[in-house]
């Protein structure tokens, strides 16, 4: 079975040792939390998590935070600069650029998420699928598909934090009945 690494970020209430093994026992054995159990506050765990696909993985790890009173606000960063980008892949800084601005390379590099003149970030699910589908680097299939749900998953997290209950009904009912 494949092992998938993500990032769960949480808020979460003062627990002492009894929060930490609720979560060690709801099935967080697989994570290294970062965490004040005597003061609560923000938090994150960085999960190593074998399951049949990523979305097993972070919606599993994401529940089991939630059944323990976190409130999970988001998963891993998708979020990643030109220098990121390099180091992941083993490539210079130079080679990214010339890929980001067309110089070299098959071109129709992704758009950056965050357009910025010196500090521009970019979407590691996009450009991570980009680099292997143009043969410029080799990234596990199953770090690809950690980076598109964790994008996904994060999105309806921050969304479902900023909408009340009853804007989600009225969502779900137009939802029904369009289906």
């Not at 994401?62 to 998963?75: E, P, R, Y």
């Not at 998420?113 to 521009?120: E, G, H, K, N, T």
């Not at 009340?164 to 779900?172: F, N, T, Y």
Request: charged share 20%; net charge negative.
């Amino acid at each position: 079975m494949p092992t998938y690494s993500f990032e769960v970020h949480f808020t979460g209430p003062a627990g002492g040792d009894a929060l930490a093994d609720a979560l060690y026992e709801a099935g967080w054995a697989d994570a290294t939390v970062s965490f004040d159990v005597e003061l609560g506050g923000e938090g994150f765990a960085a999960f190593d998590r074998e399951a049949p696909s990523a979305i097993d993985a972070i919606v599993s790890a994401v529940k089991q935070g939630q059944a323990c009173g976190l409130n999970v606000t988001g998963v891993s960063d998708d979020t990643v600069s030109l220098g990121e980008i390099a180091e992941r892949i083993g490539r210079t800084l130079a080679a990214v650029d010339h890929w980001v601005r067309g110089r070299r390379g098959p071109g129709d590099f992704p758009a950056p998420r965050v357009p910025r003149d010196r500090a521009a970030l970019w979407s590691w699910a996009e450009v991570s699928a980009w680099l292997v589908a143009n043969g410029l680097a080799d990234i596990p299939p199953e770090e690809i598909e950690t980076a598109r749900v964790c994008r996904a998953v994060d999105m309806v997290l921050r969304a479902s934090h900023q909408m009340s209950a009853e804007g989600w009904r009225r969502i779900l009912t137009v939802a029904s009945t369009a289906a």
